[in-house]
């Protein structure tokens, strides 16, 4: 009996632990402030470090594009979690996550491949949705300009046919 109640103390302790990830990843996307994608990766890959359901120590290593963030040392260590994606404007991206300590399969692996891949599409989400705002915005900032050229020109064409 009390063997059964640290094993369901432990796993309600790892998800809390993955709770409080997804709480983590959607506070930073929905900051107010701009930032650059590749700020936003960093902080993912810090918050996957601080909230892992694992208590082990990780490594997070988080790459789009040509910018690669790490949270500790990655060398020589093999990635058990890799997820891959590819942003709307066709930036690709991975985001991995290692042990630093050396231990045998765990139970949670599935578990915690579902939670990383749930993170990785939180992200290309958030960054399918700012692509499309700075796209929307950049097509309401050139119909403006047309429309501004439009009105111009008329206004020159009426007042020259009078």
Same mark, same amino acid.
């Given at each position: 009996?009390?063997?059964?109640?640290? =094993?369901?103390?432990?796993?309600?302790?790892?998800?809390?632990?993955?709770?409080?990830?997804? =709480?983590?990843?959607?506070?930073?996307?929905?900051?107010?402030?701009?930032?650059?994608?590749?700020?936003?990766?960093?902080?993912?890959?810090?918050?996957?470090?601080?909230?892992?359901?694992?208590?082990?120590?990780?490594?997070?290593?988080?790459?789009?594009?040509?910018?690669?963030?790490?949270?500790?040392?990655?060398?020589?260590?093999?990635?058990?979690?890799?997820?891959?994606?590819?942003?709307?404007?066709?930036?690709?991206?991975?985001?991995?996550?290692?042990?630093? @300590?050396? =231990?045998?399969?765990?139970?949670?692996?599935?578990?915690?491949?579902?939670?990383?891949? @749930?993170?990785?599409?939180?992200?290309?989400?958030?960054?399918?949705?700012?692509?499309?705002?700075?796209?929307?915005?950049?097509?309401?900032?050139?119909?403006?300009?047309?429309?501004?050229?439009?009105?111009?020109?008329?206004?020159?064409?009426?007042?020259?046919?009078?």
């Amino acid at each position: 009996m009390a063997a059964d109640n640290m =094993h369901l103390v432990a796993d309600l302790g790892s998800r809390v632990r993955g709770l409080t990830l997804f =709480h983590d990843v959607c506070r930073i996307l929905q900051r107010d402030d701009l930032v650059s994608a590749g700020d936003c990766l960093g902080d993912i890959a810090r918050a996957i470090e601080r909230s892992w359901p694992r208590r082990d120590p990780i490594a997070v290593r988080a790459r789009l594009g040509t910018f690669e963030v790490t949270t500790s040392s990655f060398e020589n260590l093999a990635p058990p979690y890799r997820t891959q994606f590819t942003l709307a404007d066709g930036r690709a991206g991975s985001i991995d996550v290692a042990y630093l @300590d050396d =231990h045998g399969p765990a139970d949670d692996t599935q578990t915690c491949q579902a939670l990383l891949e @749930d993170v990785t599409e939180m992200f290309k989400i958030a960054g399918y949705r700012a692509w499309e705002y700075f796209n929307w915005q950049d097509y309401r900032y050139a119909s403006t300009e047309w429309m501004k050229t439009y009105i111009e020109g008329r206004r020159v064409t009426v007042r020259a046919s009078r």
